[in-house]
């Protein structure tokens, strides 16, 4: 059985006083900027909600769902971009205990213990889970590779877009096409602001271009045709078949090393149909290009919400 309580940033801010050591992936340190903000009814709620006694004292029923949050081993987080609703989910670890911050109206829903199978049959919604792949395709490029790799897939997408309104136009760019695409920033539905997102690279130059160009040339990614240059095989199959994201599905997760380091990872995966998912991961210092299904999707989230990120070390 679960206990579950709704705090608010001001919340967790004023709460954070009886946590001083809380580790840089509690919420008590995300939100003790917002400890200003607590409001008497603020206190009544919470109140109400067994949280804290009159006087202010945490109550039995919730200090073990907030030790959690203050000293936790590791977390996951999801969050699903695009959506009327967002979802913004996190599963904190320590040892075998487990507590979710779950986004809400004003604030967020703590469940102690978390809920993965409940919280599943939710996920599912969004995923389905269909074990098919429409594209199967996998490959690992440099980043600057794979910024160029991905603008092209979003110039791609843009003219097999025309070509259905009746604008058939060449799947063929110039180096500063592509260029100006991989430095652009669109919304999270481009798959190179996704990119962007998750290692941060800096503006392409055009020699930068030219030397990506290369790289995807060799893998037989990309092929000279009509002065420029167009995806091959498989990679432009990629492109015709991922036309219109529905949302983006942002994994982050981190475990601590020390009480004052926390080893990060993060990957998107968007989701272009039932059949059409392509995840991109940071993994190893390159990034890892690959479809995968509903089903493979909705097993690693219920995974992760399930169990603790494995602990890494670093070289």
């Known amino acids: 059985m679960s206990n579950a309580f709704k705090i608010t940033p001001a919340g967790f801010g004023w709460l954070a006083q009886a946590f001083s050591e809380a580790n840089a992936i509690s919420p008590f340190a995300a939100f003790a900027k917002d400890r200003p903000e607590f409001a008497e009814r603020t206190a009544d709620d919470l109140v109400t909600q067994g949280v804290i006694d009159r006087e202010g004292t945490l109550r039995p029923e919730a200090l073990a769902a907030l030790r959690v949050l203050a000293k936790a081993d590791g977390y996951f987080r999801l969050r699903i971009l695009g959506t009327d609703a967002p979802v913004d989910k996190v599963t904190y670890f320590q040892g075998d205990a487990t507590c979710s911050v779950d986004g809400a109206e004003g604030g967020f829903t703590v469940t102690y213990p978390a809920q993965a199978q409940e919280a599943g049959y939710i996920l599912e ?68 602001r996704c990119l962007q997102e998750l290692t941060g690279v800096e503006a392409l130059s055009a020699a930068e271009t030219t030397a990506a160009l290369r790289e995807l ?99």
Request: some cysteine.
């Open 125 to 192: 919604e969004f995923t389905g889970s269909s074990r098919i792949i429409n594209v199967p395709f996998r490959t690992s490029l440099s980043p600057k590779a794979a910024a160029v790799f991905l603008a092209l897939v979003d110039l791609g997408r843009s003219r097999a877009l025309l070509a259905l309104a009746g604008e058939p136009k060449p799947q063929s760019f110039s180096p500063k096409e592509i260029t100006d695409k991989a430095n652009s920033r669109g919304s999270f539905f481009s798959f190179v």
């Open 217 to 315: 040339a060799a893998q037989q990614l990309v092929a000279v045709a009509d002065g420029g240059y167009r995806l091959a095989g498989d990679a432009l199959e990629l492109a015709l078949t991922f036309l219109i994201p529905e949302y983006v599905f942002h994994l982050s997760y981190g475990w601590m090393l020390t009480p004052e380091t926390c080893e990060q990872s993060e990957c998107y995966v968007i989701f272009c149909g039932m059949h059409n998912l392509l995840c991109l991961d940071t993994a190893g210092g390159m990034i890892t290009i690959e479809t995968m299904s509903g089903s493979d999707l909705f097993t690693l989230l219920v995974g992760a919400l399930s169990h603790p990120p494995a602990r890494q070390q670093i070289a």
